[in-house]
């Protein structure tokens, strides 16, 4: 078998890829990449790219960070997240970044450090992969 089943699932989606024949995905320590009979496991994922190779075709996804459950040759990545090269909105990804930076040069922002850069970490991403 030159494939396997990849099932990405979100709070509100869940999409189901067939016949996949590769798949890279953003780790906490660097991005790995899985092919079919991968070794089981889970493996936790940060903020990032997914890619998705099907028939020759890649696909890119924009992810918010999850876990990624391989076995028996099935592969589940359940992610906060998810959105396609062709779904994203640079223009709110672009302001979601103006926001950010703006949060981090206010004196006195209500707004915490780590959130900010968290969302200014999701919309960076997100411009990267609408490129695609």
Known sequence: MNSFNLEIITPIKSMVLKEVSYLRCPGLDGAFG?????????????????KVTVNGEEDFYSTGGGFAEILD??????????????????????NAIDRANNRRTEKNSK???IRIENSLMRALNRIKV???
């Open 111 to 113: 707004h915490d450090e």
């Open 130 to 132: 609408s490129r695609r």
């Open 34 to 50: 899985l092919m079919p009979k991968h070794q089981e496991g889970i493996f936790a994922l940060k903020v990032g790219e997914i």
């Open 73 to 94: 040759n099935n592969i589940k990545i359940l992610v906060e997240s998810v959105e396609s090269s062709s779904e994203i909105d640079s223009e709110r990804a672009q």
